[in-house]
């Protein structure tokens, strides 16, 4: 056969054809006229030396693998050579793999470094590989539904639960809104540069973006203050010291709510899901006024323009 039926049936080029000819891995016979003629077992050669190059092997290092076939042997791997083949082919995989690791060490340290330049954190967390950008929210995110889930809190007291702040003191919720609106915020599960975040997240509708969220509320928190808000709090089911964390690293100036134990969620029946082995809360925003639910925010989407949203709201209401 020709070079370019042989290229065809390999599922190679005829470029590559020429390349393993000068490597001597096929030796094709001479017609009369001087043109190649490819036989069946030179289809079979280039076949086998394309399947190991996509396992990693070099191209050289099939030569024994095709040696085992020219010597009648069914298998291209039944020698002891080609035995020794695949075992060099493993050796230089794991150091390339040592190589990237130590690499990849070396970017996750210089983007740790980068990250928490200037915290006052007193103890490092644990480095992990770097998974995402908490900061960035994906394309394409599914967008969340509303499910009636929040619609019985307008006009709702707030109860009297005191929950532990990243302020470092405990915050009565009957209280907030006492001198100009207070807004409440309630996030699932803020990420970090350096963390996993749990499987199958950015299908959840809603469950991405409470960093993007928090930086929202961080740059238009003088713009709130100017109308009217009294204060902005955050509040989860993460413990105050992973608070804590988020609040120094993204320069937060309002403090974090703790819940781990959902009370606030049980009193006010607040939507709640579950991922990754947690329970979470569902994202929602709580105008709250003289101890009472004023208006809520159901669902949110994009998290990354609520901070507008609320202000655009507070506009609209001072308006009236």
């Known amino acids: 056969m020709r070079i370019g039926e042989l ?80 075992q060099q082919a493993i050796t230089d995989l794991n150091a390339r793999i040592e190589a990237l690791t130590t690499r990849r060490d070396i970017l996750v340290h210089h983007l740790r470094q980068a990250a928490y330049r200037g915290s006052t954190l007193s103890e490092p967390f644990e480095e992990r590989t770097v998974v995402h950008d908490p900061t960035k929210l994906p394309a394409d995110l599914p967008v969340p539904y509303d499910d009636g889930a929040a619609d019985h809190l307008p006009g709702r007291a707030v109860p009297s639960l005191r929950l532990p702040s990243t302020a470092g003191d405990m915050i009565d919720l009957a209280e907030l809104g006492r001198d100009g609106r207070s807004i409440l915020y309630c996030y699932p599960l803020t990420g970090r540069p350096d963390a996993d975040l749990p499987e199958g997240w950015d299908a959840i509708p809603g469950a991405r973006g409470c960093t993007p ?73 709580l105008v709250i006024r003289d101890g009472r639910i004023e208006h809520v925010f159901y669902p949110i989407f994009p998290p990354d323009r609520h901070a507008r949203q609320v202000l655009g709201w507070l506009h609209d209401t001072l308006g009236d």
Do not use: W
């Open 7 to 86: 290229a065809r049936r390999a599922g190679v080029t005829t470029k590559t054809v020429r390349y393993y000819e000068s490597l001597e891995l096929i030796t094709p016979a001479r017609l009369p006229n001087g043109y190649r003629d490819y036989s069946e077992h030179d289809v079979r050669l280039v076949r086998e030396v394309r399947a190991l190059s996509e396992l990693g092997l070099r191209v050289e290092q099939t030569r024994p693998f095709l040696e085992c076939l020219a010597a009648g042997r069914e298998h291209a791997d039944d020698c002891p050579a080609a035995l020794a083949g695949y």
């Open 213 to 285: 969220e928090a930086c929202g509320f961080r740059d238009h928190h003088e713009e709130l203050r100017e109308a009217g808000v009294s204060g902005v709090f955050g509040l989860s089911s993460q413990d105050t010291d992973y608070q804590r964390e988020v609040v120094d690293r993204l320069s937060l100036p309002f403090a974090m709510l703790s819940d781990t134990g959902f009370r606030l969620a049980d009193a006010l029946d607040l939507p709640t899901f579950h991922a990754g082995g947690s329970r979470l809360y569902k994202r929602l925003t």
